[in-house]
Structures are given as structure tokens and as C-alpha cells.
């Protein structure tokens, strides 16, 4: 069973940035397309952006193309995602999982979903 761990959120001030990391022990990790979501209080789960396994390509929700970026370091099992320009409505628990269906945005077709971690974006 495959687990991922998430780190790096907290409070910030709209326009600062954040950068968050998922990090897992297993040792086929560049097999998986690996993506970020996010829920907000209230809200449904909602696809962030995503990378696959050896890192050549990435795709992004509207709202954060420009300001979000994913990247991964398959030498360390972790996949990132750093958030710049934030703003109050990025505020969200953001989690990571694993993906065998690159291209997807789908809840679905991701699993191994980590605890997540608090981003909270102050006006």
C-alpha cells in the first residue's frame, strides 16, 4: 500500500506563496502520474494540477495556470507544488495522489490520497 504524506502549508498573506511537498516511500513512485487537489470548507474536492511520472508534462486547473507550478524529484520520491500570487480563495486543504490515467481530472481516477495539508490565505 502506497502512502503519501503532504507538508508546507499554513497561513500567508494574499500574495505570498507557498510551496507544499507529498512525499512517499515507495520505490516504484515514477511509474505514477502524481496530482494535487483541493477542498475547501463546504466546497467538493477540486483537481489542482497535475504531473507525469517522469515529469515531462504537466496541466493545471484555470484558476491557478500561471501561479501554480508542479514539479517532482523522482530521486526523492516527492512531487511539489508551488503556489505563488495566492489569494483567499486558494484556501483549501490540499492533498496529493497517485495516478495510473495521465491526463485525468478526475477524483476517481486518482487513489493513495495523503491527509492532507492547510493552506490558508489571509486578505
Known amino acids: 500500500q502506497v502512502q503519501l504524506v503532504e507538508s508546507g502549508g499554513g497561513l500567508v498573506q494574499a500574495g505570498g506563496s507557498l510551496r507544499l511537498s507529498c512525499t512517499t516511500s515507495?520505490?516504484?513512485?515514477?511509474?505514477?502520474?502524481m496530482g494535487w487537489f483541493r477542498q475547501a470548507p463546504g466546497k467538493e474536492r477540486e483537481f489542482v494540477a497535475a504531473?507525469?511520472?517522469?515529469?515531462?508534462?504537466?496541466y493545471y486547473a484555470d484558476s491557478v495556470k500561471g501561479r501554480f507550478t508542479i514539479s517532482r524529484d523522482n530521486v526523492k520520491n516527492t512531487v511539489y507544488l508551488q503556489m505563488n500570487s495566492l489569494k483567499p480563495e486558494d484556501t483549501a486543504i490540499y492533498s496529493c495522489?497517485?495516478?495510473?490515467?495521465?491526463?485525468?481530472?478526475?477524483?476517481?481516477?486518482?487513489?493513495?490520497w495523503g491527509q492532507g495539508t492547510q493552506v490558508t490565505v489571509s486578505s
Open positions: 504531473i507525469s511520472g517522469l515529469g515531462a508534462g504537466t
Open positions: 495522489a497517485l495516478s495510473l490515467a495521465y491526463g485525468s481530472r478526475r477524483d476517481p481516477d486518482f487513489g493513495s
Open positions: 515507495g520505490r516504484t513512485f515514477s511509474r505514477y502520474a
